[in-house]
Structure formats: structure tokens, C-alpha cells
């Protein structure tokens, strides 16, 4: 168990790499976190830990292979929170739980393993929040392409209050555009965010791999997708959100963040909707799909 403290500053510096520059992050000494914001416990945790538990190598070895960080890359991440939202200035405990390992036919053929574990955040003894992250071992191949650089499309000023939140199953919240990710998008993410991985800013290493070009982060689109949805719904209303990587994202893409609300719900007393969440490229692909679930006023 560790704990971590929540640091007015690194609330402010993840909000704006996720381009959520709202006085609610930048202006409140006991800001709330953005959804995504507790990716940054690897500062103060050491997620890989996991790998060399008894049990977790025991698993890993079941299926022929030894433990190897350097091969694991982020597939979903899936962030439970149990209100309020944990605020700058609070210190939360860590707890790791290996969840398990499977294994499944990849989506270009072959065998990919699944490797499951969680952080739980802990206040006060009690479950603050929780994140669950799945990663497999990185597949063979590389994307045929590199996107040709593209002229810089600003990002949409965000309102600083919610929108009247949509509540009709099937209802589309208007697109929101981000990007084209640069070098400096990318490596201010990655320094907000704790992942220093350089097959991220190290074309030549990537290209060593059998990448045309480095990629960008899988968590810097599931923080611009929290950010379109928390413009909608509002900052300390989230109660879950779970992205799953699909399609790398290449320097110079623009990304397209779009939303449908799935259902209305009853949970833990309270009302909320459920989202259905995508992240597509201009190039048409698809970085990344999920859900989220805010409570709104009954």
C-alpha cells in the first residue's frame, strides 16, 4: 500500500494537457480531479509491481511467457468513483489487485494475452475510487502508415458551466474537435500524466520496432474524451468512465469526440446516464470507444 497525495498543481497541469482550462481546475485551491487524472499514481505507485507478485508470474507462466514489462501496452482503462470526487489537497492510500491473465484471438489473427489488475484509492478507510486497467502484450506488425501533417484546427473554448445535460436514449451530443496532435501535445500529456514510455516521442526507437513514426498516447484521447463529456455534464457529476484503445494516433491527426446516451439509469440512490463515448481520426479510424456513467438531477 501507498498513498497519494493530490497536488493542486498536477490537477492544474493535467487539466490543461487534456485541454480542460476551466477555473473549476486552474482557480479552485481544492479542485476536483479530471476523470482521468488518477492515471498519474504511477508518481507515487509502481504499477509494474503487479507483474512480479507470485500469483501474476504463476499466471503469465501458465501460458508460456515470462513477465516483460517493455511488451505490455495499455488496451482499456476503466475508472470507478464513489462520490465526491477525490480534491486537490486530500491525500488518498493505494491498494494493487491482480485480477488475472486470459487469453484471446487478436483482431489481425494470433494469440494476444490479457493481463487484468486494479488500484484501488482509498479516504478514510473507504473506497474513494478505483481503476481498472487491461493491457496486452504488444502484437507483431505495424500500422501501414504514418497521416501526412495537417494544418493546425484550434480546439473549441469548452464552457466553464455545464450544457443543459442530454437525457433522451439516443440523443447525440454535438461533436467536438481536438488536434492535430503534435510532438508537444503528446510529450506535455506524457509529463502530466506520469507515462515517460518513448515509443511515444522516440521516432527512432519506434521505427526500430517496426513503427513508421512514434504514436501518440491511448490516455491523452481518453482525457480529451472526458473533457467533451464533462463539458456536458459537469466536473463532479462522473461516476464511471472506461475507455478501450482501438487505432494508434499519429502526429498530425485531428480527433473527433462523439457521444449518445445509451440509457437513463438508477444507481447507488442516485439517477444517471449512461453514455456511449467515440474518439475517431480524421483519417477514419476509430483511437478509441467506451462509456461513461454522470448523475444528473432526477
Known amino acids: 500500500m501507498a498513498t497519494m497525495p493530490v497536488e493542486r498543481g498536477k490537477v492544474r497541469e493535467y487539466a490543461l494537457a487534456t485541454g480542460a482550462a476551466w477555473p473549476v481546475y486552474l482557480d479552485d485551491p481544492a479542485a476536483p480531479i479530471p476523470p482521468t487524472f488518477l492515471s498519474t499514481v504511477v508518481f507515487w505507485e509502481s504499477l509494474h509491481d503487479v507483474l512480479d507478485a507470485p500469483e501474476t508470474v504463476a499466471s503469465l507462466a501458465a501460458h508460456g511467457v515470462e513477465p516483460d514489462v517493455g511488451r505490455l501496452l495499455s488496451v482499456e482503462q476503466d475508472y470507478l468513483f464513489a462520490p465526491p470526487l477525490p480534491r486537490a489537497g486530500e491525500v488518498l492510500e493505494t491498494r494493487l489487485r491482480f485480477d488475472g491473465v486470459t487469453a484471446k484471438e487478436g483482431r489481425r489473427g494470433g494469440r494476444m494475452l490479457l493481463v487484468r489488475f486494479a488500484v484501488e484509492f482509498l479516504r478514510d478507510g473507504g473506497r474513494a475510487a478505483e481503476c481498472r486497467y487491461t493491457s496486452a502484450y504488444l502484437p507483431g506488425g505495424a500500422p501501414s502508415s504514418l497521416a501526412a501533417p495537417r494544418g493546425r484546427t484550434p480546439v473549441p ?110 444507481a447507488d440512490g442516485e439517477r444517471r446516464v449512461e453514455l456511449a463515448l467515440r474518439l475517431a481520426t480524421d483519417a477514419g479510424g476509430v483511437a478509441a470507444e467506451g462509456s461513461a456513467e454522470f448523475a444528473v438531477p432526477a
Do not use: K
Request: hydrophobic share 40%; aromatic share 10%; glycine share 10%.
Open 157 to 266: 473554448e469548452m464552457p466553464d458551466v455545464p450544457r443543459r445535460p442530454l437525457l433522451d436514449s439516443g440523443a447525440a451530443l454535438p461533436p467536438m474537435l481536438f488536434g492535430p496532435v503534435t510532438m508537444t501535445d503528446i510529450v506535455r500529456y506524457q509529463g502530466a500524466s506520469g507515462d515517460m514510455n518513448p515509443m511515444h516521442h522516440d521516432d527512432e526507437l519506434a521505427r526500430a520496432h517496426g513503427y513508421p513514426a512514434a504514436f501518440s498516447v491511448g490516455m491523452l484521447g481518453a482525457g480529451y474524451l472526458a473533457t467533451y463529456c464533462c463539458a456536458h455534464y459537469g466536473v463532479e457529476s462522473v461516476r464511471r468512465f472506461r475507455t478501450r484503445f482501438r487505432d494508434l494516433v499519429w502526429r498530425g491527426d485531428t480527433l473527433v469526440a462523439t457521444a449518445t446516451v445509451a440509457r437513463v439509469l438508477e
